[in-house]
């Protein structure tokens, strides 16, 4: 049974901060790609950050120097560490998993709200 549970969403004024998990269970997480995800209502699904099985970063233009994407494959865990919180970074931030072996299998955490006040 595969697993990706998201936890530490809440309501933050603009400025703060926020760090996010992601805890993985039945998927060989050292093989995985892990990426965060973020949609608005009304919205598409955007990519925001993925940290490959690498260790190799990539973020989304306007997160840029202020969010930061790590994992501890100790624990299984993808972290998002969010800075300077803007109110359009208000969204469900969801977690992905995509395997990098053959069947380069992929899934979704149910996902958890960020909202950013002015």
């Known amino acids: 049974q595969v697993q990706l549970v998201e936890s530490g969403g809440g309501l933050v004024q603009a400025g703060g901060s926020l760090r996010l998990s992601c805890a993985a269970s039945?998927?060989?997480?050292?093989?995985?790609?892990m990426s965060w995800y973020r949609q608005a209502p009304g919205k598409q699904r955007d990519l925001v950050a993925t940290?490959?099985?690498?260790?190799?970063?990539n973020y989304a233009d306007a997160v840029k120097g202020r969010f930061t994407i790590s994992r501890d494959n100790t624990k299984n865990t993808v972290y998002l560490q969010m800075n300077s919180l803007k109110p359009e970074d208000t969204a469900v931030y969801y977690c992905?998993?995509?395997?990098?072996?053959?069947?380069?299998?992929?899934?979704w955490g149910q996902g958890t709200q960020v909202t950013v006040t002015p």
């Open positions: 992905k998993s995509a395997q990098t072996i053959f069947p380069r299998r992929s899934y």
């Open positions: 940290v490959t099985s690498g260790g190799n970063t």
């Open positions: 039945g998927i060989i997480f050292r093989l995985n790609d």
